[in-house]
């Protein structure tokens, strides 16, 4: 985050997957991470219809799981260059062409 040139787009995809668990589990140091990070979202993907019937096509050419296909369908909505993941390079989010996957 602390690249300037850099702007983020997400969804709420990716605060629900992020946030309940680090609440839960009471790591005040994450949340607040995520706080930061959200803070600076220039575009939100929408959750709409469209949305989901991209994650469906996504997820059935490439073999991706629903949430992953979601991100992915999320990512290319917003037109983001890079898609920025903890997954593993051997992961189907990794056959999609068209996105540049940015492992951390």
Not at 39 to 49: G, K, L, N, P, Y
Not at 81 to 102: G, Q, S
């Amino acid at each position: 985050m602390e690249d300037t040139n850099r702007e983020f787009v997400s969804s709420s995809f990716i605060a629900l997957e992020v946030i309940p668990k680090a609440t839960y589990h009471r790591k005040q140091q994450e949340l607040e991470f995520y706080e930061t990070f959200f803070a600076t979202v220039v575009d939100w993907a929408i959750a709409q219809e469209e949305l989901l019937q991209a994650a469906h096509q996504i997820a059935s050419l490439y073999g991706l799981a629903a949430l992953d296909a979601l991100h992915i369908a999320a990512a290319l909505s917003c037109n983001a260059a890079d898609f920025v993941t903890t997954e593993k390079t051997t992961k189907p989010m990794y056959r999609v062409p068209n996105l540049n996957f940015v492992s951390i």
